[in-house]
Every structure is written in C-alpha cells, then in structure tokens.
C-alpha cells in the first residue's frame, strides 16, 4: 500500500504541476510545426535558380516531402507520442543508445538550432531594407538586430501558450498574400514554363541545401511534447495538418510565380517573390508580400527559439544538464534556457546566410541519422514499448521507410565544402569533450544536477498505469547521468 500511495501521489502532483500551465492544442502547435519547418515560401526562389529553372524546383517540392519530410513526420509522431516530455529526441536517443549519444544529439540538435534562428533578425531586415535603406547601415543595423533579438525573445517569456496563438496569426498574414497572388495569376499561367530546366546550370550542392533547409526540422516539435495537451492524439493530427500545410505553402506560390511570368529563372533570388507579386498584382500586393515576409520570420524565430529552449529544459530534467536550466518563471517558461538561446543566436548573427545554412544542414544531418537509427533500434529492443500512435509498418518496412531519407542526408554531407567539415567536426569535438566534463562536474558536486526518469506515454489517470510507466522506463535501461554516479558509489 505505501508503494501505491507513492505513486499516486506523484500522480496527483504531477497532474496539479501539469494543470497549472497553458497546454499546446492541435491549431496553435501546426503553426508552431510550421513556423520550424518552413515559415511560407520565403527563401525557395534559390531552389528555382539552383536548380537551373523551375522544373527542378517544383518536382523537388512535390517529391522530397515523400521521401524526407512525411518518414521524418511519422517517426516523430510515433516516438514523441511515446515519450511525451521535453527533451524530444534526447529521450529517444538516450532510450536506444544511452546518455552519451543522448548528450551528443542534444547538443548538435541545440547548436544547429540556435544557428539556424541567428538567420531570422538578419531575414527580418534584409526585407525591410528594401523599403528603409537607413537598414544598410551598421549604425542603424546593429541596435535594430539587438532590438529584435530582445523582444522576441521576451515573448518567449512570456509563455509558450502566447507563442502558439502568436504563430497562428502570424501564419495567417504570411501566407493569405500567395493566396491572392495565386488567384490573380491564374489568367496569365502558361504551363509550359514549369518545364524549363538547364542541367547545365544546375547548381547541386545550392539546390539540395535549398531543398533540405526548406523541408527539415519536423522533429523540432518533439522538445514541447510535455507541453502539448493530450499528445497520443493532438501530435499525428498536428504534423498530418503541417505536411499539407508546408507543402501548399511551396508549390501555389511557386506554380503562380514561374508559370506567369518570363522573367529569366536567374533572377530568382531570395527576396524575389516581393518583385513577383509587383509584376502580377502591383505594387500593393508587393508591399504586403514584404511585410508578410518580415512577420514570417519572427515567428520563425518565435518557434525555433521556444523548441531550442524547452530541449533544454528537457535535459536538465533528465539530469544532463545543470538544473539551473529547468528553471522556470512564473509564466511557465525556462527563463535560463531562453536566455543562453538568445545569447547564442547574437553571436552567431555575424555570419552570412550561406555558410550558417551549410553548417546548420551537416550538423543537423548527423543528428537525424542517429535518431533514425533509435527508431529502428527501439522497434527491435523494446517492441512491448507502449506506443499511443505506431507508424503501421513492421521492423523490415521501418527500415525501409528509414532509408531513402538516409541516403539523402549522406548526400547533403558529401556535398558540403571543407570548411564545413572541420567546423563540424570542432562542434562535434566540442561535444565529446563537454559530456564528461559535465559527469565530472556532476561527482563532484561543484553544480546541482537532478533527475526525473523520462516516461513512456501511458493513460495518466490510473495508478496502475502510473506503475506500468516505471517500469516501462526501467526495461528501456535509459541511463542518465544522475544514474550514473549512483552506480559508481555503489
């Protein structure tokens, strides 16, 4: 009875800590989905002169989300649904491999994060420029960026609930322009034009960057899952909404773009739907189309931020990081976590949008073959592993949907320059060395570490199923770093 009594008193507190805090419904996290992977259409114009005219680039965003974007959708929708904490794909890898690995993903998946949202308040300007050139100037560029920085990040703050409704106007006003501007361009669209291609100009390494930049990330989502109300369900219904969300968000822009206008596929630059929209509806609709654009990337910022933030709550939970990062503010949100994000992404924002792009990809490639192979490895380890949502295929068909997306991020690896290779490697480096140091730091009590073992998704109104969740995390044998000094005591 003492047991029973244990357990449901962790229940009730866990459910009174849960309940005090705004939850993530299915409408606010596909904005939040959607602002991690895409954000609207701003940034594919290099995908068509990369791609030595528009034929590459729409066959690519009709065939990728098939073989990258819809396998990485499912794989998150079956492991984040059967581990519904923040932390994400740290608990999976950890789950399958250990903490070591479970340290590495964290910290490559955090780094290239913070270094993908150091292109956002660069984006932001770089719109508005275009209509205020006092923005070309450093002595106005530097105070805007900071500026930026800071108040979204305040936002964040905030509380995560705030972002999510903030996302789904955002996403509203971003996109309700390419609506417009696909209706005017109907009358002029001559579909011959989507055919043009140059092989000869293709540019390989440009156009498979621009194809996996636009489509990654899917699994981002999965550091709020201890956020998200009723994830079994709202997590499938979420990315399922994303997918055909991202993906419209592409190609109507795109059809209208290239197949009613004759201007040469070369120009096709980032920026260029702004001059799309003024040669087919004027200069209102271009105007509107900047102001999307400048709005689309806060909430960029916005999602990217609260994901990279809440993984590192999610860690410090688990006992892989100083507790000091699960610290929350009375809006619910982890105040430090914020803070070393945002002061991340202020040192990072010097460097050009190419080089953050290539480096971001690679680190970000290594992270997802490893999570790939915890989907796989999980699926033969622990099949009695309580999986709300499963993907409907056996061990040889998760193989199977695992690997052309595999072969894709070896592709993207090779492709990247030398440069890209060592720092890289530095990071990676960095992170092999940070893990013990962290361990060391931990025995020898110099910062405070605690621990809550990550659970497998159960029904959360039973103490018998409160029960069956132990000892789920038991057989999974996911050792984390406050278990570790307790075995080396004992």
């Not at 914020?338 to 002061?343: D, E, G, M, N, V």
């Amino acid at each position: 009875m003492g047991e029973e009594e244990a357990i449901s008193s962790d229940v009730e507190s866990e459910t009174s800590t849960n309940s005090s805090r705004p939850k993530l419904t299915v409408l606010p996290l596909i904005a939040l989905i959607f602002y991690e992977v895409s954000g609207g259409p701003f940034g594919v114009e290099d995908s068509v002169k990369a791609g030595g005219g528009p034929l590459l680039s729409l066959l690519g965003f009709l065939i990728f989300p098939l073989i990258w974007s819809v396998p990485e959708a499912l794989i998150t929708a079956e492991l984040a649904t059967s581990f519904p904490e923040n932390g994400g794909y740290v608990i999976w890898i950890a789950s399958a491999f250990g903490p070591f690995w479970g340290f590495q993903e964290g910290f490559w998946k955090w780094f290239s994060g913070v270094m993908d949202n150091a292109l956002y308040p660069v984006l932001f300007l770089d719109y508005l420029k275009h209509s205020f050139p006092i923005f070309n100037h450093l002595a106005a560029r530097i105070p805007a960026l900071l500026g930026i920085t800071g108040s979204l990040t305040y936002l964040n703050y905030r509380g995560l609930h705030i972002v999510g409704f903030s996302a789904v106007s955002l996403a509203a006003f971003s996109l309700f322009p390419f609506v417009v501007m696909g209706i005017l361009s109907i009358p002029r669209i001559q579909p011959k034009q989507w055919l043009v291609v140059d092989f000869g100009k293709v540019d390989w390494r440009g156009y498979f960057n621009s194809m996996f930049w636009n489509l990654n990330y899917w699994d981002k989502a999965s550091t709020l899952a201890g956020e998200v109300e009723n994830p079994s369900k709202t997590f499938p219904k979420a990315l399922f909404g994303a997918v055909v969300l991202v993906m419209c968000s592409y190609l109507i822009p795109l059809l209208a773009g290239t197949g009613a206008l004759t201007t040469p596929w070369s120009q096709w630059s980032d920026g260029y739907f702004a001059e799309v929209g003024f040669l087919i509806g004027g200069a209102w609709l271009r105007w509107w189309i900047q102001a999307a654009a400048a709005m689309s990337n806060m909430g960029l910022f916005e999602a990217e931020m609260s994901a990279d933030a809440f993984q590192l709550l999610g860690m410090s939970e688990i006992g892989m990081l100083p507790s000091v990062f699960s610290s929350r503010s009375k809006h619910g949100t982890p105040t430090i976590s914020i803070l070393l994000s945002a002061t991340g992404v202020i040192f990072l924002s010097w460097m050009s949008f190419q080089e953050i792009l290539e480096f971001l990809n690679f680190l970000y490639a290594v992270g997802m073959l490893l999570e790939f192979a915890a989907f796989i490895n999980l699926r033969i380890k622990k099949p009695d592993l309580h999986r709300p949502y499963r993907v409907p295929l056996g061990t040889f068909g998760a193989i199977m949907l695992c690997l052309p997306p595999a072969v894709l991020l070896v592709l993207v690896m090779c492709l990247a320059t030398l440069r890209t290779f060592l720092i890289s490697g530095a990071v990676i480096a960095v992170g092999f060395i940070l893990y013990p140091t962290l361990l060391h730091a931990k025995n020898r009590k110099w910062v405070e570490f605690h621990a809550q073992e990550p659970a497998a998704a159960v029904a959360p109104d039973a103490v018998a199923e409160q029960q069956q969740r132990r000892e789920i995390v038991e057989e999974a044998a996911v050792g984390l770093l406050a278990d570790l000094s307790c075995v080396k005591t004992d």
